[in-house]
C-alpha cells in the first residue's frame, strides 16, 4: 500500500522569506501524480501544485514550486517570498495514475507565518 | 477550476437519527466522487469511492450500511449517516473527477461539519 509521510508537524516562517516543507511517500509503481493541498481555516482544500512522476522537470507555480526525487521517493513544497495569507496546514498527496485512482493524503504540517 | 458545492455547511442531529449530505459538481460531470472524513487537527480519510450509477466502493474499516452513498446521477451523490452517534461527529468533505486519472486533477467541496448531540 502506499505511505505518505510528513515529518514537520509545524513550521514557522517570517514573512517574505523562503520555506520548505518535506514529504516522502513509499510505491512500488512507476507512474503516479503528487500533489500539494493547502488548507486553511476555511477548511476549503485548494491545490498548490502537481507533479506527473513522469517529468524529470520540477514543478513551478508562481511562488511555489517543488523538489522531486523521484529515485529517492521524495516531494518537498518550497514557499518564496512567503505571505500571511499563506498560513495554513499543508498536506502533501500521493495518486496512482488511472481510473480516478483515489488520493492518499499525509499527515499534514501546519505553516505559520509570522511577520 | 471546477466547482463543487456541499449541502448543508453544518449540521446539528440528534442521536439516532439519520443525516443527509449532498455534493454537486456545478459546472462539469463527475463521473467519480470521492468522500473523506477529517478529525480536528488530522489529515483527510478516505471512505469511498462512488462511480455513477453503480455501487460506491468502502475503504476498510467504513461501516457501508452505516455511512450509505448514492451516486444516482454525474452532478450529485450523496451522504447518509444512518442512526448518527456523537462519535460520527466530524467534517465530511467530498471531491469529485470527470477525468478518469488522465490529469489526476479531483475538486474539493467546501466540507459538512456533521454535530450528533
Known amino acids: 500500500a502506499q505511505t505518505v509521510t510528513q515529518s514537520q508537524p509545524e513550521m514557522s516562517v517570517q514573512e517574505a522569506e523562503t520555506v520548505t516543507l518535506s514529504c516522502t511517500y513509499d510505491t512500488s509503481e512507476s507512474d503516479y501524480y503528487l500533489f500539494w493541498y493547502k488548507q486553511p481555516p476555511s477548511r476549503q482544500m485548494i491545490l498548490v501544485i502537481r507533479?506527473?512522476?513522469?517529468?524529470?522537470q520540477n514543478a513551478t507555480e508562481n511562488r511555489f514550486s517543488v523538489n522531486f526525487q523521484k529515485a529517492a521517493k521524495s516531494f518537498s513544497l518550497k514557499i518564496s517570498d512567503s505571505q500571511l495569507g499563506d498560513a495554513a496546514m499543508y498536506f502533501c498527496a500521493y495518486m496512482r495514475t488511472g481510473t480516478a485512482s483515489k488520493l492518499t493524503f499525509g499527515t499534514g504540517t501546519r505553516l505559520q507565518v509570522t511577520l | 477550476g471546477a466547482v463543487v458545492s456541499q449541502h448543508p455547511s453544518r449540521v446539528i442531529c440528534k442521536s439516532g437519527t439519520s443525516v443527509k449530505i449532498e455534493c454537486r459538481s456545478l459546472?462539469?460531470?463527475?463521473?467519480?466522487m470521492f468522500w473523506y472524513r477529517q478529525f480536528p487537527k488530522k489529515s483527510l480519510m478516505l471512505m469511498a469511492t462512488s462511480n455513477e450509477g453503480s455501487k460506491a466502493t468502502y475503504e476498510q474499516g467504513v461501516e457501508k450500511d452505516k455511512f450509505l452513498i448514492n451516486h444516482a446521477s454525474l452532478t450529485l451523490s450523496t451522504l447518509t449517516v444512518t442512526s448518527a452517534h456523537p462519535e460520527d461527529s466530524s467534517f465530511y468533505i467530498c471531491?469529485?473527477?470527470?477525468?478518469?486519472?488522465?490529469?489526476?486533477?479531483?475538486?474539493f467541496g467546501p466540507g459538512t461539519r456533521l454535530t450528533v448531540t
Open positions: 471531491s469529485a473527477t470527470s477525468d478518469r486519472g488522465r490529469t489526476g486533477e479531483q475538486y
Open positions: 507533479q506527473e512522476a513522469y517529468k524529470q
Open positions: 459546472d462539469f460531470q463527475a463521473t467519480t
